[in-house]
């Protein structure tokens, strides 16, 4: 079964609104999250890494104050798109690690489909 | 600068016949080398995986080989059939600030005919 849960799986919303996407952790507690974007036919590309009660760490051209990440729980993260334009829309993704796990698995969340009309 | 290349981009195949799928990479930091696989509309789940002190994983019908000196692993999936029709990546992993970050690679779209 699923041990990563994201909600909502589809958004749709108008140009200049807020989104918030939340990823919970299933049965366990994740004190890292994972942020990823993923465009049609492409690969992931991974956002920032969230981290529970500190801030987040942004990769290289990720606008910080355009991707809001809250990890304010060890069973959530939340990833908030403010202002949101057409270029914004996207699929995205998280991941978490199953702490003890053997080797390096993320397990993903179904995604959120993202559309800014 | 791509890190992690994967070919071929798309993939046709027999249902029975045995799609190989690509991946180089160039950072020998990277120490953990999984596959994904990723259904329309849905997040990649994890199929197999393979650290580099091993040549081969085999789970199920998949199949890693990994080659170390050349920077290369692959995906076999062996008998394949319908439902193995996905897009699937690749990916390597490195520590990074006392976590693992992945780089993906751009993914095959498989499809395996009846």
């Known amino acids: 079964g699923a041990v990563v849960s994201q909600h909502p799986s589809w958004v749709i919303c108008k140009s200049g609104t807020s989104v918030k996407i939340e990823c919970r952790s299933l049965?366990?507690?994740?004190?890292?999250m994972f942020w990823y974007r993923q465009f049609p036919k492409q690969s992931l590309m991974l956002m920032a890494t969230?981290?529970?009660?500190?801030?987040?760490?942004?990769e290289q051209g990720v606008e910080k104050d355009k991707f809001l990440i809250n990890h304010a729980s060890l069973t959530l993260s939340t990833l908030t798109v403010t202002s949101a334009h057409p270029e914004d829309s996207s699929f995205y993704i998280c991941?978490?690690?199953?702490?003890?796990?053997?080797?390096?698995?993320?397990?993903f969340g179904d995604g959120t489909r993202l559309s800014i009309l | 600068q791509q890190q992690v290349k994967q070919s071929p981009q798309s993939l046709i195949v027999q249902k029975g016949g045995i799609p190989i799928i690509n991946c180089a990479y160039e950072?020998?930091?990277?120490?953990?080398f999984p596959w994904y696989q990723q259904f329309p509309g849905k997040g990649p789940a994890l199929l197999i995986a393979?650290?580099?002190?091993?040549s081969e994983k085999k789970e199920g019908r998949f199949t890693i080989s990994f080659n170390k000196s050349a920077k290369q692993f692959s995906l076999h999936i062996m008998d394949s059939q319908p439902g193995d029709s996905a897009t699937y990546f690749c990916?390597?992993?490195?520590?990074?600030?006392?976590?693992?970050?992945?780089?993906f690679g751009r993914g095959t779209s498989l499809i395996v005919h009846p």
């Open positions: 049965d366990f507690q994740a004190t890292t």
């Open positions: 990916a390597c992993f490195h520590a990074s600030g006392g976590s693992y970050i992945p780089t």
């Open positions: 969230s981290n529970e009660g500190s801030k987040a760490t942004y």
């Open positions: 991941s978490a690690r199953i702490p003890g796990q053997g080797g390096q698995p993320q397990h």
């Open positions: 393979i650290r580099p002190d091993v």
């Open positions: 950072n020998t930091a990277f120490d953990y």
